[in-house]
């Protein structure tokens, strides 16, 4: 399956037809994989599949972002606090506050940023 973008900021794949979030982005081994499904002025949404092990340095963002878990687990750092998220689990990120990802088993999410 290709996913590329049909016009700036939407990935065409999931144009005109539903698609499992999880099938729109592979693992990668020793690797994070990202794909951005939509890029606007307002907010963006991501797909990451993280492989055993990676990790996202700990970093701020200066908007909310919400975490959706598609597959496996993985460990969120949000203010020095580890969180524990599954396949089928939500959590928010708040603006300005310190976070990481640990990928403790493979794992993929979805990001949401809103950028107001």
Not at 2 to 18: N, S, V
Not at 33 to 61: M, N
Not at 82 to 99: C, F, L, R, T, Y
Request: glycine share 6%; hydrophobic share 40%; charged share 25%.
């Amino acid at each position: 399956m290709t996913c590329e973008k049909e016009k700036p900021g939407i990935l065409k794949a999931c144009l005109d037809k539903g698609k499992r979030l999880a099938d729109l982005v592979e693992y990668s081994k020793d690797s994070i994989v990202s794909k951005t499904i939509l890029d606007k002025s307002v907010g963006i949404i991501t797909l990451f599949a993280f492989d055993k092990g990676q990790k996202l340095s700990e970093h701020t963002a200066p908007y909310d972002a919400v975490v959706q878990v598609l597959d496996g687990c993985g460990q969120l750092t949000i203010d020095g606090e580890d969180k524990q998220v599954s396949a089928g689990e939500i959590i928010i990120m708040p603006a300005n506050v310190p976070h990481a990802v640990t990928a403790q088993e493979k794992f993929k999410m979805l990001l949401t940023m809103i950028r107001s």
